[in-house]
Every structure is written in structure tokens, then in C-alpha cells.
């Protein structure tokens, strides 16, 4: 039985390329392109040459207000010029059909690490449901003195907040004559 190599793209990275636009989990093209070691230009070159693969529920490309919330949401740089056109992004089934187009040791090995990822997001979420659903039958159950230990799970359980994003720069204080005294 062949030994497999450990892939040489981390599920954490990958998993961090995950996003949720449009209530669907996807991956930008320029993540994507970096992943497979390509430009993101013939990435989509690739695509465009073959288009009937990527129906929309496969593929479909981001509105200009997308892309700036992105921008702003992630600090993503735009680089040298930024892009002209908003990226595409794509499902996982997008991303499975992009190993045919891209036909390469390295879009198979990237390909299957991305696909392992994906399995994985949709494990934990099942998982964090199916905890959500016990914890209501628990609470059903118990009486009012229980109330708080639900409570706190719950808090446990909801996602972090956003942290409000810092002003950079120095700020500056005014102060009257009065306060020096």
C-alpha cells in the first residue's frame, strides 16, 4: 500500500481561505490561484476556456459592493494597481471542477487537501447544530434553576464578535489652560 505525503498546503491556510458570500461556502479566485501556485489571470483564463463546467451554483463572480466589504472586512491588500474586475468565487463543487481544468500534480494535491477541508467546516458545523438542538431538549427538561448554566453555555457556544477596528494614528487631546492646574 503507497504511503501518502502529508500535503504540503495546511488545512489551516485553506480553511482560512473559506468564505461565506451569498449563504454559500467559497474560495476566491486569487486564493485559489495562490494555492495551486498559478497567476489568478490563468486561473480564469483556464476558466473561461472552459465555462460549461462552471455553471453559477459552481462559480459566480462578486458585485463591486462584495468586494469592498471583503477588502474592508479582511484587510485584504489590493497590491500593486489592484484588480480591474471583481474576483470570482467558487463552491466546492467549483473548486473540485477546477482540478480537471487545471491538470497538474499540484491542483490534485491542493485539490484534495481543499476538498478534506470542506468536509471537515460542514463536520463542525453539523456538530455545533446537533449541540444547539441537545441544549434546547436539555433546557425543556430542567426547571428554572438550570436557566443559568444554559445561559452561559449558549454564551459559550456564540460565535465571537467582530472587534471594532482600531483608528490608526494619534489621537489628540484638547485641553483648556484650567486642567493644567
Do not use: W
Not at 468586494?67 to 471583481?86: D, E, I, V
Not at 449541540?131 to 454564551?155: G, S, T
Amino acid at each position: 500500500m503507497p504511503k501518502h505525503s502529508p500535503p504540503s498546503v495546511p488545512s489551516e491556510l485553506i480553511e482560512q481561505k473559506i468564505y461565506l458570500i451569498r449563504g454559500h461556502k467559497v474560495m476566491l479566485d486569487a486564493d485559489l490561484a495562490e494555492l495551486y501556485r498559478v497567476t489568478t489571470g490563468n486561473l480564469n483564463l483556464a476558466v473561461r476556456r472552459n465555462l460549461k463546467r462552471f455553471p453559477e451554483d459552481f462559480m459566480f463572480q462578486l458585485s463591486r459592493e462584495e468586494t469592498q466589504c471583503l477588502l474592508l472586512q479582511n484587510a485584504r491588500a489590493k497590491g500593486r494597481g489592484g484588480r480591474r474586475t471583481p474576483p470570482y468565487a467558487f463552491t466546492e463543487q467549483g473548486v473540485s471542477m477546477l482540478s480537471s481544468v487545471l491538470n497538474s500534480e499540484r491542483a490534485i494535491e491542493v485539490n484534495i487537501a481543499i476538498m478534506r477541508a470542506f468536509v471537515r467546516l460542514r463536520a463542525m458545523l453539523a456538530t455545533h447544530a446537533d449541540l444547539a438542538r441537545r441544549l434546547n431538549e436539555l433546557e425543556e427538561k430542567y426547571d428554572e434553576q438550570f436557566r443559568v448554566v444554559f445561559e452561559a453555555i449558549r454564551e459559550l457556544m456564540a460565535p465571537e464578535p467582530v472587534p471594532p477596528s482600531r483608528r490608526i494614528g494619534f489621537a489628540i487631546e484638547h485641553r483648556r489652560k484650567d486642567d493644567d492646574r
